[in-house]
């Protein structure tokens, strides 16, 4: 049962150009949300995180936008730079637990 | 403030033999959690522990799997008599007391050959 999915196995983009890294989920329980960002051989880097509270996101050059209506969120990226290039996972965290549930993940190439 | 620490990085173990990750949460974070990354595939839950207790073992395999969190010392994921199939990535992460996002250490790799 993959209550978060992140549909997409792999994203290419141009340089410069924006990354838009989309997840879905089907707990209605979930009300945190987070983005980790992991390169080979390391631990996943927290990236940034949403309440459900909010619809949007922002820290620099990444922004978390959350539809709960479409049980849907999504990571841009604006500009890519060739040092995002790494597998971004989304996960997601129920009301009143502790623990993540992650997607899939999905591998992002930023071809220069 | 040293982030979350894990050891080994590699592991390699022969089948039925026993395997002990270690991991040390950042300093001020009672939450540790324990995940498992398969070759290709997302992070899997696999227990949640506070300081003597454990919360949430839910994700754990009912047998040769077993984890701690002692008062004194680093949590330790065990796996009795391995096989080829818990070859993964074991990633702990921690959080502190209250919720907010959870940091990961860089992961022990292990192989059984």
């Known amino acids: 049962d993959q209550q978060v999915k992140q549909n997409s196995p792999s994203l290419s983009v141009q340089e410069g150009r924006i990354s838009i890294l989309n997840c879905d989920y089907t707990n209605s329980m979930f009300d945190y949300f987070l983005w980790y960002k992991k390169y080979p051989a390391e631990g996943p880097t927290f990236l940034i995180s949403?309440?459900?509270?909010?619809d949007k996101n922002e820290d620099g050059r990444f922004t978390v936008f959350l539809n709960k209506s479409a049980k849907h969120l999504s990571l841009h990226i604006v500009p890519s730079q060739p040092g995002d290039s790494a597998v971004y996972f989304c996960a997601a965290r129920a009301w009143g637990a502790q623990k993540l549930v992650f997607g899939q993940g999905t591998r992002l190439t930023i071809n220069p | 403030n040293a982030g979350v620490m894990q050891n080994p990085r590699h592991l390699v173990r022969r089948r039925g033999q026993e395997a002990r990750l270690r991991c040390s949460p950042m300093?001020?974070?009672?939450?540790v959690y324990w995940y498992r990354q398969l070759p290709e595939e997302g992070l899997k839950f696999m227990v949640y522990l506070q300081k003597e207790n454990i919360i949430d073992e839910s994700g754990m395999p009912k047998e040769r799997f077993s984890a701690e969190f002692p008062k004194e010392g680093p949590s330790i994921l065990r796996i009795q008599q391995v096989v080829r199939g818990d070859s993964a990535a074991y990633f702990c992460a921690s959080s502190p007391p209250s919720t907010g996002e959870a940091f990961f250490g860089q992961g022990t790799r292990l192989t059984v050959v």
């Open positions: 300093k001020g974070h009672s939450h």
């Open positions: 949403i309440s459900s509270i909010k």
